[in-house]
């Protein structure tokens, strides 16, 4: 089935008990068991599996094109459920503008824990495999990357990875399935934060991590989820559940109008650069086409001429977009990513990154063009 007949229905049923059309929230924290001791509806207790939580895997599986998929609270501890996974001496390569968020996790979380990271530019396939090592065991990308958009070649790192015997994950939050699915291209594992384009809406916290085929990191996620309690709510997962039903239209509306406004700020003289991998000058725009299909998404930044003052001074006039961090929800929302990520942040001061929403472009571009008068 296509994407969008997926999304509407992967997962779900008809409530057996009721005929409720839209799924019930199962709030129960205990299930009651059959008079033999078993479970006969295979439900035991909420940590360790609840059916909102199972109809919204089934879904992402199925999207992803992925065997199995695992939920978690949020992104990040995806994230931590992945890395926990190695063990003392493992190296571990990650890309070296890796999301901020990420880099924490990596660097802070599991400060003790003995792992040899190391942060190299995943878009240099000659550099990812010279850094390659006996113990490389986890080689992660993140395409497009946050905030710079820069597009890291999927079946170049899977091949690398696998010839290492390391697992491949790629962070596809800014892609989404409905534009790029990395497993198709021999990533072994995919990791998304489902705050947000998958969720959609702004309004939940929660991540997943998907794979192609069994695996001993996938199955210490699980224990991570199940035993390490790393759950989302009944209520988060029924939100993102909802929130996907119109993931592939919000998704290429997103996109349209990203490439659109990619296009205006381009031709601005205010504008020093656009980092968007749907515009011809960016440097991955073949390979983008290649690995997106139907889209390059809706994240974009830009550089404004001058510095941190100018850029803020722009974000500051904006009245369309809101100035918040995050994205991937309906409305536009622009930040200052440098004050962000704090005073180690490598981002150059004179960039706003913009999460493009559904609303009318014309009015996008106006707010713009109003802005950077
Ligand atoms: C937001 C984000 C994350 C972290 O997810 P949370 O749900 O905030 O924990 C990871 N990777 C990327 C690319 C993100 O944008």
């Known amino acids: 089935m296509k994407i969008e007949t997926l999304a509407v229905h992967a997962g779900r049923q008809i409530d057996p008990a009721t005929g409720a059309v839209a799924a019930p929230i199962h709030l129960t ?30 879904c992402l599986a199925a999207l992803e094109g992925a065997k199995e998929a695992l939920v978690f609270a949020s992104g990040l501890a995806a994230v ?13 390569l990650f890309p070296d503008d890796l999301y901020y968020g990420l880099r924490k996790v990596v660097l802070e979380v599991f400060q003790k824990a ?73 990533i072994d594992l995919v990791m998304h934060s489902t705050t947000k384009f998958l969720s959609g809406h702004s309004d939940v916290v929660g991540g997943v991590l998907l794979t192609r085929h069994d695996n001993y990191l996938f199955e210490r996620a699980r224990k991570f989820q199940k035993y390490g309690g790393a759950i989302p709510s009944p209520f988060d997962c029924w939100l993102t559940r909802r929130g996907i039903d119109t993931l592939p239209l919000r998704v290429r509306q997103q996109s349209a109008n990203a490439l659109h406004l990619a296009r205006f700020l381009s031709t601005h003289p205010r504008v020093e650069q656009v980092n968007y991998p749907g515009l011809a000058v960016h440097p991955r725009h073949e390979l983008a086409a290649e690995q997106m299909a139907g889209g390059f998404g809706g994240m974009l930044s830009f550089h404004v001429k001058g510095g941190r003052a100018e850029a803020m001074g722009v974000a500051a006039k904006l009245k369309v977009f809101t100035r918040a961090t995050s994205l991937g929800g309906t409305h536009s929302l622009i930040e200052h990513r440098a004050s962000v990520e704090g005073p180690k942040s490598k981002t150059p001061q004179n960039l706003l990154r913009a999460s493009i929403g559904i609303e009318s472009v014309e009015d996008l571009q106006a707010d713009l063009e109003r802005a950077l008068a």
């Open 80 to 92: 931590t459920a992945s890395v926990q996974a190695m063990e003392p001496g493992d190296h571990l």
């Open 114 to 186: 003995q792992l040899q990271t190391e942060f190299i530019d995943m878009t240099d396939l000659d550099a990812v495999q010279a850094a390659v090592r006996p113990n490389t065991r986890l080689i992660w990308c993140e395409s497009p990357s946050n905030p710079m958009l820069r597009i890291t070649d999927l079946a170049g790192i899977a091949a690398i990875a696998r010839k290492a015997n390391a697992i491949s994950v790629c962070d596809g939050t800014f892609a989404t399935p409905v534009l790029q699915r990395p497993l198709d291209f021999g």
């Open 29 to 58: 924290t205990t299930f009651e068991r059959g008079a033999d001791g078993k479970y006969p509806r295979g439900f035991s207790y909420s940590r360790e599996e609840n059916p909102n939580r199972n109809t919204l895997e089934k």
